[in-house]
C-alpha cells in the first residue's frame, strides 16, 4: 500500500496546526516551522497531543487513522503533517 502525500492537504493541516496549537495549549506560541518540535519544545503530552489530532479531524473535516502513528510520527510539526496529510481520510470522500 503506497500513501501518496496531499501537498495541498499537508499545507492545509500545517497550517492548522499552527491554529490549533495555542488553544490547545492554553498559551501563546511563536509561528511554528516544520522542525518545531512538539513534545520538545513546545511541552506537548500524549493528551494535549489527542486533542490536537481531534481537533485537526474536526477543522479539516478529516478522519485520522491514530492506530498507525507512533513516536516518530509525533517528533515535530512537519511530521505530523506529514502522518495526518498520508493518513487522513475525508469525510464523505466518494471511492
Known amino acids: 500500500m503506497t500513501t501518496q502525500l496531499d501537498t495541498a492537504l499537508r499545507q492545509r ?3 492548522s496546526i499552527g491554529a490549533l496549537l495555542p488553544r490547545v ?3 501563546e506560541i511563536a509561528a511554528v516551522s516544520d522542525g518545531t518540535q512538539l513534545m520538545d519544545e513546545l511541552g506537548l503530552r500524549s493528551t494535549t497531543m489527542l486533542e490536537l489530532l481531534l481537533e485537526l479531524e474536526e477543522e479539516l473535516e478529516i478522519q485520522i487513522d491514530v492506530e498507525d502513528i507512533d513516536q516518530g510520527d509525533m517528533r515535530s510539526v512537519g511530521d505530523l503533517a506529514d502522518f495526518v496529510a498520508g493518513h487522513a481520510m475525508v469525510d464523505g470522500a466518494g471511492g
Request: hydrophobic share 50%; proline share 0%.
Open 25 to 27: 495549549l492554553n498559551r
Open 13 to 15: 493541516v500545517f497550517d
